[in-house]
């Protein structure tokens, strides 16, 4: 019974902030990495950041390491984005997912996926 949900999507505007959830149930979240990926329309879905097992290093892409911010509650076996000065290319369904492995942003190699939510960018 693994399964993540993603929350925490919604409007927000240019230069704003949103922070997005992910909730883990059937496993212990911090054994395994867990990434955010996203996917803008009209494109192919992409890496946005990823935490490794317990607390290990946090992973970036190029458009999201300035900005983006990933946190770990254990206790809520919750991983969380926080997205600021989010820019208008920021808007997509982001995804959570769970790789029973290390950290990459290779989404094929993903085990477990949440059914994402959605950022929409708009002034």
């Known amino acids: 019974d693994v399964q993540l949900q993603a929350s925490g999507g919604g409007l927000v505007q240019p230069g704003g902030s949103l922070r997005l959830s992910c909730v883990a149930s059937g496993f212990i979240l911090d054994h395994y990495a867990i990434g955010w990926f996203r996917q803008a329309p009209g494109t192919e879905r992409e890496g946005v950041a990823c935490v490794n097992e317990n607390n290990g290093r946090f992973y970036y892409s190029e458009a999201a390491k300035d900005r983006f911010t990933v946190s770990r509650d254990n206790a809520k076996n919750t991983v969380y984005l926080q997205m600021n000065a989010v820019k208008p290319e920021d808007a997509g369904i982001y995804f959570c997912?769970?790789?029973?492995?290390?950290?990459?942003?290779?989404?094929?190699?993903?085990?477990?996926w949440g059914q994402g939510t959605l950022v929409t960018v708009s002034s």
């Open positions: 997912a769970v790789r029973y492995s290390t950290c990459n942003f290779r989404g094929a190699q993903y085990d477990n």
